[in-house]
Structures are given as C-alpha cells and as structure tokens.
C-alpha cells in the first residue's frame, strides 16, 4: 500500500471494515508506534540535494555513543545501519555535491574520536527506492492486532 492519501471509506474497504471501525484501528496502532508518522516524500534533486552516497564506517567501540548522537545531529544522514562485517556502521547520506560530501566526512566523521576507518561509495543512479515495507493487505494488518 503505498497511498498515503488515501480516504478512510478507501481504507476501510480494502480492509473490509466500516470507517469507523477503521479510524479506530488506525489511532490504536498510532498509539502502539506501529504506525510511526506520516510524511511527504520530496524529490531530492527539486531541493539540490543530487549526491546519495553510502559511507561505511569503522570505529573502536568505546566512542560508539558519540558516533551515534553525531549522527542524530547531521541532517544530511538519513539512514544509520549497524551492521555485521568488516565496518561497523553503513550511513546512507544526501549532499548537495562531493564539496558538501567531501565536508561530511572529512570536518564531521573524520574528525569525531575513534573512527578508524571511512569508506565512501557514490550513487550513480538509482533504479529502486521506496519506503513502502512489503506487507500485503489486508492479511498482514491482520496478525496486528491493533
């Protein structure tokens, strides 16, 4: 399901429930932080943010708390992955350009206590990006019990 403009009576129908019954569901699982919020999606080239890079990161475990709350302060991270393998962390970034990349990891990560090690991959295009999960309606709200 990827409309998130959808009417509640085109919800409930696919749910085959009333909208009532469906508004209801809906605020109970907002509630449980199942549904988390809600968002536009915005073009990143229309706001000159052009650069996607991947940036895998490597540090000594001590200074993973300070890793981690630089991350939540620098806008253009938008995912953070702790992973398994050589790196410890995967960061998905937008910049405006490699100036604005190149400032991202050589001023804000490089310089940040206990980083070893930085590997940056560049996006040349992208074939597939969505923030849709693959859940099949209405089965998989079905086991949420909301």
Known sequence: MDQGRITWSELAG??????????????R??????????TA???????DCEL???????????????????????????EC???????DYLLKVRCRNTRGLEQLVSENLK?????L?????IVLSTTKETPVL??????DLETVQG
């Open 14 to 27: 696919i749910l085959e429930l009333s909208a009532p019954a469906t508004a209801e569901r809906v605020r």
């Open 29 to 38: 699982l907002e509630e449980r932080k199942i549904i988390k919020g809600y």
């Open 41 to 47: 999606l915005i073009d990143p080239e229309s706001v």
């Open 52 to 78: 996607t890079a991947f940036i895998a990161v490597t540090l000594e475990h001590p200074h993973r708390a300070t890793f981690l709350q630089r991350v939540q302060e620098l806008a253009e991270i938008q």
């Open 81 to 87: 992955h702790h992973v398994t393998g050589d790196d």
């Open 111 to 115: 310089g940040l206590p206990g980083i």
């Open 117 to 121: 090690r930085t590997r940056t991959t």
């Open 134 to 139: 693959p859940l099949q309606f209405p089965a």
